[in-house]
């Protein structure tokens, strides 16, 4: 009896993780997160501070060093016209220390400081959640952020909002006057 029980519920378990598509599954995190009271819809400003866009994917925000990686390059606009603004997702004031401050912390100050760093971050996988859009408006997206010193990524899900938008429109002209209007930052990617 219990080879038998165990038998269906590996037959039920197999049958649930194959009947979704990996699409699904990526972005079953977000969808919680989107369809829960967590989601508010806000109005949040574009980065008013200069802009630098520096070589190989790598932006200057203010002190805050960006290093993206699009597969999408379409989405470029959203960086480099501030519609992106890492001040109100990662925190205004930056976290970096000297090299003397950091060589004087401790092991576990060490750790510390470099999950909560937000001077020089790596974003990646930066996706479209085209199935999580409720309507040609609003665009949804989930990405990796790296810390230095950090070897797994936080798992962000991000939001932007273009009330004229429709659904022919490229993606190119939805940034142009698009805003950002959610941002949550997710789980540790293991």
């Given at each position: 009896?219990?080879?038998?029980?165990?038998?269906?519920?590996?037959?039920?378990?197999?049958?649930?993780?194959?009947?979704?598509?990996?699409?699904?599954r990526?972005?079953?995190?977000?969808?919680?997160?989107?369809?829960?009271?967590?989601?508010q819809?806000?109005?949040?400003?574009?980065?008013?501070?200069?802009?630098?866009?520096?070589e190989?994917?790598?932006y200057?925000?203010?002190?805050k060093?960006?290093?993206?990686?699009?597969?999408?390059?379409?989405l470029?606009?959203?960086?480099?016209?501030?519609?992106?603004?890492?001040?109100?997702?990662?925190?205004?004031?930056?976290?970096?220390k000297?090299?003397?401050?950091?060589?004087?912390?401790?092991?576990?100050?060490?750790?510390?400081?470099?999950?909560?760093?937000?001077?020089?971050?790596?974003?990646?996988?930066?996706?479209?959640?085209?199935?999580?859009?409720?309507?040609?408006?609003?665009?949804?997206?989930?990405?990796?952020?790296?810390?230095?010193g950090?070897?797994?990524?936080?798992e962000?899900?991000?939001?932007?909002?273009?009330?004229?938008?429709?659904?022919?429109?490229?993606?190119?002209k939805?940034?142009?006057?698009s805003?950002?209007?959610?941002?949550?930052?997710?789980?540790?990617?293991?």
């Amino acid at each position: 009896m219990r080879t038998l029980l165990i038998t269906i519920f590996l037959f039920i378990s197999v049958q649930k993780t194959l009947g979704q598509d990996a699409n699904d599954r990526k972005f079953e995190f977000a969808k919680e997160v989107f369809n829960s009271r967590i989601y508010q819809q806000k109005d949040y400003p574009k980065f008013s501070k200069k802009i630098e866009i520096l070589e190989n994917g790598a932006y200057k925000f203010g002190n805050k060093f960006l290093t993206i990686e699009l597969e999408d390059k379409k989405l470029e606009k959203l960086f480099k016209l501030g519609i992106f603004n890492p001040d109100v997702i990662f925190g205004e004031k930056t976290s970096n220390k000297t090299k003397a401050e950091i060589e004087l912390l401790t092991q576990n100050e060490k750790v510390f400081y470099n999950l909560t760093r937000n001077d020089s971050l790596s974003i990646c996988c930066f996706e479209s959640a085209v199935k999580l859009n409720p309507n040609p408006q609003t665009k949804r997206f989930k990405f990796w952020v790296f810390n230095i010193g950090v070897a797994n990524p936080t798992e962000y899900y991000i939001e932007f909002y273009n009330e004229n938008a429709t659904e022919e429109m490229p993606i190119e002209k939805f940034i142009e006057n698009s805003k950002m209007t959610f941002f949550h930052k997710g789980t540790l990617i293991i």
